[in-house]
């Protein structure tokens, strides 16, 4: 099993900034890419970037490419996302998620953590 914990999020401006952190435990060796999701109020979870730990190749959907950005750390199984340019459109919930090496679907879930945009 893998464990996930997020950090950071809160209530921020629009065309404000925000750092989202995300720690990983237990069978770390067994992951394969990190990445991060997003829910708004009734709306269905969306994948917004990944990263992978096979060369470092990233992944963005197009509601946020340009203006967040994935890290991470294979090594400390850690991974973050700076989000810039906020915009209300933005207010979710937003997980940390992880798929191991042998399954192509995230299989991991943080608890979730609030963003808020306000306009």
């Known amino acids: 099993q893998v464990q996930l914990v997020e950090s950071g999020g809160g209530l921020v401006q629009a065309g404000g900034s925000l750092r989202l952190s995300c720690v990983a435990s237990?069978?770390?060796?067994?992951?394969?890419?990190m990445g991060w999701f997003r829910q708004a109020p009734g709306k269905e979870r969306e994948f917004i970037t990944g990263i992978s730990w096979t060369g470092g190749r990233t992944s963005y959907s197009d509601s946020v490419k340009g203006r967040f950005t994935i890290s991470g750390d294979s090594a400390k199984s850690t991974v973050s996302l700076e989000m810039n340019s906020l915009k209300p459109e933005d207010t979710a919930v937003y997980y940390c998620a992880a798929r191991t090496t042998a399954n192509m679907n995230y299989d991991y879930w943080g608890q979730g953590t609030q963003v808020t945009v306000s306009s």
């Open positions: 237990g069978r770390t060796f067994s992951i394969g890419a």
